[in-house]
């Protein structure tokens, strides 16, 4: 196993991060790592996502930082730039995924049926999103790809405080990604005991 994947399987759940203004980034970072989830996947779905990166960078040096939905190799190199640890992306896209390897970058693409998961191992990658996994058949599709293949998966997308244990019981599972735990409007009301109270909640429930 990566030592990404052990810090990742440590953590168990990996907070997926919308933010819109890079400036709240150092403080959302704060209430994740004094509540017991010293992590982030930053998602380059807002234009703030490569600054808010950085300055997490620079404030926790120890975190682990990711940058999500990334759909290409200028996006690459703006979160290699930015100083992240890993790069996760909604599908599989074999040009993304060669450009990270050329990088020497770790990428964790999202796949979703036993074709994607061989074109990802013919790329050498034994480490994979489950993506989305509740639409795509949610624990049973997994089970029944776990049975198949020899690869790690993060499941994400519709995973929740309900159904996240079901899913790491999951032998091939290591992680579970979401955004139940950051919601975006708390973060831009910054209402930080709010999330703090929700950041433990998930450590309450995987421990
Ligand atoms: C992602 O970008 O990985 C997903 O949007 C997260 O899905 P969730 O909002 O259902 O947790």
């Known amino acids: ?14 907070p997926v ?9 150092v403080k959302l970072a704060q209430v994740l790592s004094e509540n017991g989830l010293p ?17 997490i960078r620079e404030a926790f040096p120890e975190m682990l930082i990711g940058a999500g ?16 640890d890993f790069i996760v992306s909604p599908g599989f896209n074999p040009t993304t995924v060669k450009y990270c390897q050329q990088r020497n970058m770790p990428i964790i693409p999202g796949v979703n049926n036993p074709s994607m998961v061989e074109q990802a191992m013919e790329m050498g990658l034994d ?8 639409p795509s058949g949610g624990v ?18 519709g995973v929740n405080p309900a159904n996240v244990k079901d899913y790491l019981g999951v032998k091939s599972v290591f992680a579970c990604g979401g955004t139940w735990m950051v919601p975006g409007n708390l973060i831009d009301e910054e209402r930080w005991d709010e999330l703090a109270e929700l950041v433990k909640g998930v450590a309450d429930i995987v421990a």
């Not at 399987?9 to 990996?14: Q, S």
């Open 140 to 157: 049973n599709m997994l089970k029944a790809m776990t049975a198949v293949y020899p690869v790690s998966f993060m499941p994400t997308g």
């Open 1 to 14: 196993m990566s030592n990404l994947n052990a810090r990742m399987g440590e953590l168990k759940v990996i």
């Open 39 to 55: 992590c982030a996947e930053v998602t380059f779905r807002t234009e703030a996502a490569a600054q808010a990166i950085r300055n």
């Open 69 to 84: 939905t990334v759909l290409n190799a200028a996006q690459v190199d703006e979160a290699i730039d930015a100083g992240v």
């Open 17 to 25: 991060i919308a933010i819109k203004d890079a400036d709240k980034a």
């Open 127 to 134: 480490t994979l999103k489950f993506f989305p996994a509740e």
